[in-house]
């Protein structure tokens, strides 16, 4: 045998000391990032002949159109064509599940920004400044513009849905103790670098190729098949990669892309629709504000005996994903706690606003942080600590186990992990400190808070929780896959190459993924839910091991003589054994092509055990959960409402981590996310319905003097009890919920001016103007004896 093959045998009949899953490794793209060499759609080379389109937009919240003159818009230098709704050749929607989306307003527009026409010119400039020419004559209705005004009017955009266990009022109504209340928590925008954009080139035989900045490609390619009134199989959508979508280029990117495959179709020329921040951000929802009234009955120890909440969020003019964002949020409301007598109600209010739509956690955290909100105002009504009353609320092991939607919980580590969070954070004696530094200072209060969270993983429809890929190996050895999620920074890719390096045995430097394109793996789900990695690294594993098994094959039959032995291959270190034969991996695969050996191969996933009655709101909604947990410590200036995190520790879990350097990146991004939203990020609309904070000027995003100078994320250790790809657990959204413990550390300060007697009546975000308000309202409740 040849010695130098040796070392290489005794390493890969262990096996277990070659792998490329659960170490980490760069983003794929990082040093295309860093250096500005990464083609986003915008970058991509422009074709001879290439127009650029612009949308011409309401300036009324709620109006009939009256009259169009469109003549000025027509005549400015430069403009090639206008186009409205009258010249859609198919269906003027693009609604992802109820058909309410008008593409281009048709007689009634129903929020300021909403598209009416389509400019077309030669520059980007030219066709923007035509656009602002139009001369529209409005007949103005009555508009509804928040959630409350839509609950009272009852304008909804879907029917309300109730989720009952037990007797709720009749638990609240013997309890111990009792409170109510009404808050608000404010949406979010998504905020992605990369703005939403579309570029659509007309192909042979009535084919249409539109790039397109999309979580979504096969939505994307229904509804540009739709608009032009062609079978799918003509339309062809394409995505390398995104410079962020957060939710908000799952649905709302089907107006541009099919705005621009409109223009390219009614003009048989390339057409980009590259809208500006500022129309960005006036055209497409943000995540759903809500408003939630609550009743709770409790015990002397703080467990929650029966609770109630009511809560409507504010839709916009369509339904778009308001459904299932709304379903998530009654299926989280429970987030870590057994609940044992619940009632539940959400209600879709729709106003005169943009249509909201998905964003990281779809709901989920608005359900959550109700219940969050309850239980802090439980504690401090008690003078409990609040992590004492959640340890009490807590979901059990083996009892107390089973969600109000009925599907028991399996995998319960928040205890643990809670356990590990308090000890590594030294939160208990960082709490007494906080307490005294609060009795020496009037001006400055400190605050603390440990939060946790328990997020279920899965599309809540269930017949999106499939994928598929395709994996070509090449006679150099090489490997080139496709599959159908979407790259949007967050590192999809890598972690599916790694996935495919492991599952043959080679360098992760062989492994190439491709753009995600709708004529290789059709019939995708969009990359959302945070399944990503789940579906696509399944998919991907499946055609892998395909290829893997039928190399197995060919190597026991030539090098064996016997089929019977290829369970004795191992593949590793980029080479291929079975006893004492020893081949470079290359070297196998141009054997294996010259003995027409079938070298790529198509894999699919399917999610199991799921299943889900909506009527009844009931089943298994989710394949697992993912836990984890925050503890953040603020200061906040009382004669000015400013606040800073000193100090964040996070341990969150994600399974045997597929790659433990991209997943704490996830989770330090979804932290300081989340806390931009409750703490920064305001959305203001005048009375008129315009959206003012449309603009990085007037809306405020979290820079790098907001993160905490002291922020420690961990993972916690743990395997998947499901069969998840290599045991890992999703990262995308759960960590959003994280910056909980920022909110209610804020609460815990802004009380201390209190002397901890009244539960602080704060809104999220809590901005300084709300930090103001509270510690106003604490001071004089206060003063006047009021109880909490």
């Avoid at 389109?53 to 169009?68: E, Y």
């Avoid at 409790?298 to 909440?309: L, R």
Wanted: aromatic share 8%.
């Amino acid at each position: 045998m040849n010695q130098q093959a040796e070392p290489f045998l005794t390493e890969a009949r262990e096996r277990s000391s070659f792998k490329q899953v659960h170490v980490s490794r760069p983003h794929e793209s990082a040093h295309l990032h860093v250096s500005g060499r990464a083609t986003y759609t915008d970058d991509i080379p422009l074709v001879a002949g290439t127009l650029h389109a612009a949308l011409g937009l309401s300036s009324k919240a709620h109006a009939k159109i009256v009259s169009m003159n469109l003549d000025a818009v027509r005549a400015t230098p430069g403009v090639v064509a206008v186009f409205t709704a009258e010249d859609v050749p198919g269906v003027n929607e693009c609604g992802p599940i109820i058909h309410d989306d008008p593409i281009l307003a048709d007689g009634l527009v129903q929020f300021v920004g909403q598209p009416i026409f389509l400019v077309v010119a030669t520059s980007h400039d030219t066709a923007r400044l035509a656009a602002r020419r139009a001369q529209i004559d409005y007949e103005e209705l009555p508009a509804v513009l928040t959630a409350q005004a839509a609950r009272a009017a009852q304008q909804f955009v879907l029917p309300p849905m109730k989720l009952a266990r037990g007797d709720a009022s009749g638990a609240i109504a013997h309890a111990p103790h009792r409170a109510a209340g009404e808050l608000t928590l404010g949406g979010q925008e998504q905020f992605y670098l990369e703005g939403q954009i579309a570029y659509a080139v007309p192909k042979d035989d009535d084919g249409m190729h539109v790039w397109c900045s999309t979580q979504h490609p096969t939505e994307m390619q229904h509804h540009v098949a739709h608009v032009l009134g062609l079978a799918s199989h003509n339309v062809v959508v394409e995505c390398r990669r995104m410079g962020g979508g957060f939710g908000g280029k799952e649905s709302q990117s089907a107006l541009f892309a099919c705005c621009a495959a409109l223009a390219a179709w009614k003009l048989l020329c390339p057409v980009k629709l590259r809208p500006d921040r500022d129309d960005d951000m006036m055209i497409t929802g943000k995540r759903h504000d809500f408003h939630y009234a609550y009743e709770v009955g409790y015990a002397d120890d703080g467990t929650i005996e029966g609770v109630s909440v009511d809560m409507t969020s504010r839709c916009g003019f369509s339904a778009d994903l308001s459904g299932p964002v709304m379903t998530r949020a009654v299926c989280h409301f429970d987030n870590a706690y057994w609940l044992p007598d619940v009632s539940i109600e959400g209600y879709c209010g729709k106003t005169n606003t943009q249509s909201n739509t998905a964003f990281r956690g779809f709901g989920g955290p608005q359900g959550a942080f109700a219940i969050e909100y309850i239980v802090d105002n439980v504690a401090r009504a008690l003078k409990l600590d609040p992590l004492d009353v959640r340890r009490r609320n807590l979901y059990g092991k083996r009892e107390r186990n089973v969600t109000p939607y009925g599907q028991p919980i399996e995998d319960n580590v928040i205890h643990e992990l809670i356990d590990e969070l308090e000890q590594t954070s030294d939160y208990r004696r960082r709490r007494a400190a906080v307490r005294e530094f609060n009795a020496r200072n009037a001006v400055l209060k400190k605050g603390i808070a440990l939060t946790p969270v328990k997020f279920g993983i899965a599309f809540n429809v269930t017949h999106f929780n499939q994928a598929g890929a395709l994996v070509h190996i090449y006679t150099d050895g090489s490997v080139l896959v496709n599959h159908g999620g979407t790259e949007m920074g967050q590192g999809l890719n890598t972690k599916v190459a790694q996935v495919v390096a492991h599952e043959l045995g080679i360098r992760f430097e062989r492994v190439r993924v491709t753009a995600t394109d709708t004529s290789k793996v059709a019939n995708t789900s969009a990359t959302a839910a945070s399944t990503g990695s789940d579906l696509n690294g399944k998919a991907a594993q499946d055609a892998a091991r395909q290829l893997r098994d039928r190399l197995a094959r060919f190597v026991a039959t030539r090098f064996a003589m016997d089929e019977s032995r290829a369970p004795d291959v191992v593949f590793a270190d980029d080479g291929v054994s079975i006893g004492d034969v020893h081949l470079p991996f290359a070297e196998v695969v141009a054997k294996a092509y010259l003995a027409r050996v079938q070298l790529w191969s198509d894999g699919f996933y399917a999610t199991p055990k799921l299943h889900w009655d909506q009527a009844k709101l009931q089943g298994r909604p989710f394949y697992y959960y993912s836990y984890g947990a925050a503890v953040s410590e603020v200061v906040v200036d009382t004669l000015t409402g400013e606040m800073r995190v000193l100090r964040a520790d996070v341990l969150h879990d994600v399974g045997a981590s597929l790659n433990p350097a991209l997943d704490i990146g996830q989770v330090e991004g979804g932290f300081i996310q989340g806390m931009g939203w409750l703490t920064t990020e305001e959305l203001w609309w005048k009375g008129d319905g315009k959206l003012m904070t449309h603009a990085p000027s007037t809306y405020k995003i979290p820079t790098v003097n907001d993160c905490p100078p002291d922020l420690r994320v961990r993972l916690f250790e743990n395997r998947n009890a499901e069969d998840s790809i290599h045991r890992s657990k999703a990262v995308g959204e759960p960590p959003l919920l994280l910056p909980f413990s920022v909110f209610f550390a804020i609460r815990d300060a802004v009380a201390s001016v209190g002397e901890y007697e009244v539960n602080p009546q704060l809104n999220a975000p809590a901005t300084a103007e709300e930090i103001l308000k509270a510690v106003h309202a604490v001071r004089t409740a206060r003063m006047a004896g009021q109880p909490s």
